[in-house]
């Protein structure tokens, strides 16, 4: 079972999850403030968050997330889905 680490306004919290879960989703579970103004579609940003650690544990980057130009570690948090042990810093919280 994956744990993903939230990290927020330099606050640590660590969840289990099932793989396959957004990491909004996972967020929202489990009473994370991740943002999601576009309700989970892809267009919003504000579920913007960074993969710390683990990157390689999240899905391919995909479409939506190419559109809004996200870079690096930058993922945005309704569009990646959890495969592993995961880091992510909140970006808007
Ligand atoms: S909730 Fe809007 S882009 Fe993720």
Excluded: W, Y
């Excluded at 999850?17 to 309700?39: K, R, V």
């Excluded at 919003?44 to 899905?59: F, I, V, Y």
């Amino acid at each position: 079972m994956p744990k993903v680490t939230f990290l927020v306004n330099g606050q640590e919290k660590t969840v289990d999850t099932a793989t396959d879960q957004t990491i909004l989703a996972i967020a929202q579970a489990n009473g994370i403030p991740m943002e999601s103004a576009c309700g989970g579609n892809g267009f919003c940003m504000t579920c913007k968050c960074h993969a710390r650690k683990g990157a390689e544990n999240l899905s391919p980057r995909n479409e939506r997330e190419e559109a809004m130009g996200m870079t690096g570690d930058e993922r945005l948090g309704c569009q990646a889905t959890v495969k592993g042990d995961v880091t992510v810093e909140l970006e808007n919280a």
